[in-house]
């Protein structure tokens, strides 16, 4: 399950409330992705917007965990599952948040026709270090 998936990369990460905020309200996917009967990957997508006032252009993507290190190989499959969304819900164009100390996977979007609309700072509280395992991938709108 995704919960237990989430868990095993960010003890304490909890997605479910997420979850069912996009089932209830039908704005977006929540996606578990499995090779081999494994999960490698998790996914949340926003395809709808969140005002009236917004224009509807953008599968954002919120959330994606990754359970390894990315080969091109395996970060290629991804990508072909966020193009697919997009695609399924007649959006143009897709959002992903990046941190820099993702650089490798940032530069696979890059080489892959993306380009950076916009960047903006997070700061952590002193003494309330991000504490991340350099051996998964843990992209969130709310980190």
């Known amino acids: 399950s995704a919960a237990k998936f989430s868990q095993h990369l960010h003890p304490g990460l909890d997605y479910a409330n997420e979850i069912k905020l996009v089932n209830k309200h039908s704005f977006g996917d929540a996606v578990l992705v499995k090779r081999a009967g494994k999960e490698f990957a998790f996914l949340i997508t926003h395809s709808e917007t969140y005002s009236q006032e917004e224009k509807r252009f953008f599968l ?20 072909e599952i ?29 080489n892959n026709g993306f380009s950076v609309a916009k960047n903006d700072l997070r700061m952590t509280l002193k003494g309330y270090p991000q504490r991340d395992d350099m051996n998964c991938i843990n992209l969130s709108k709310w980190e």
């Not at 954002?60 to 499959?77: G, P």
Request: hydrophobic share 40%; glycine share 4%.
């Open 60 to 79: 954002k993507v919120n959330a994606l965990q990754l359970d390894e290190r990315l080969n091109q190989r395996t970060f290629a499959v991804v990508n």
């Open 82 to 110: 966020i193009e697919y969304c997009a695609k399924v819900k007649n959006l143009p164009g897709i959002y992903v948040r990046f941190c820099t100390r993702y650089g490798q996977e940032l530069q696979f979007f890059l």
